[in-house]
C-alpha cells in the first residue's frame, strides 16, 4: 500500500487548504482512513479517521472546521480544513488501516510521505 499526500501550503489564519491522499492499490474501499499531524517538537497526534463504512470521527480541536471525506473510485481520501489557526500548523499525514479500531493509531500501518500545513498569523 502506497499512499501520497497532498495539497498542503502556506494560508493566513482563518484560511482554508484542502489536503488529498492518493492510496494505491484494489481495497481502498475495505481501509480505514485517517489523518495525523505532527508540530516541531511535539508528538504526532490523531486529527480524524473516516472508517470503511464513512462513519467520521474528530478530535475536538478541529470539529466544525476539518472535514473529512472519501471517494472510493477514486482510491483517495480528502480534509477540507477551514477557519485555520496557527495551531494547526504541522506535518499532515494521512495513513491507512486495514483491520481494527479506526480510532486507535496502532491500527494504522500504511503512512504517506506527509504535507507541510502553515498557517501564519
Known amino acids: 500500500v502506497q499512499l501520497q499526500a497532498s495539497g498542503g501550503g502556506l494560508v493566513q489564519t482563518g484560511g482554508s487548504l484542502r489536503l488529498s491522499c492518493a492510496v494505491s492499490?484494489?481495497?481502498?474501499?475495505?481501509?480505514?482512513m485517517g489523518w495525523f499531524r505532527q508540530a516541531p517538537g511535539k508528538e504526532r497526534e490523531f486529527v480524524v479517521a473516516?472508517?470503511?463504512?464513512?462513519?467520521?470521527y474528530y478530535v475536538e480541536s478541529v470539529k466544525g472546521r476539518f472535514t473529512i471525506s472519501r471517494d472510493n473510485a477514486k482510491n483517495s481520501v480528502y480534509l477540507q480544513m477551514n477557519s485555520l489557526k496557527p495551531e494547526d500548523t504541522a506535518v499532515y499525514y494521512c495513513?491507512?488501516?486495514?483491520?481494527?479500531?479506526?480510532?486507535?493509531?496502532?491500527?494504522?500501518?500504511?503512512w504517506g510521505q506527509g504535507t507541510q500545513v502553515t498557517v501564519s498569523s
Open positions: 495513513a491507512v488501516s486495514e483491520n481494527g479500531n479506526f480510532l486507535m493509531r496502532s491500527t494504522y500501518g500504511h
Open positions: 492499490g484494489r481495497s481502498f474501499s475495505t481501509y480505514h
Open positions: 473516516i472508517s470503511r463504512d464513512f462513519l467520521a
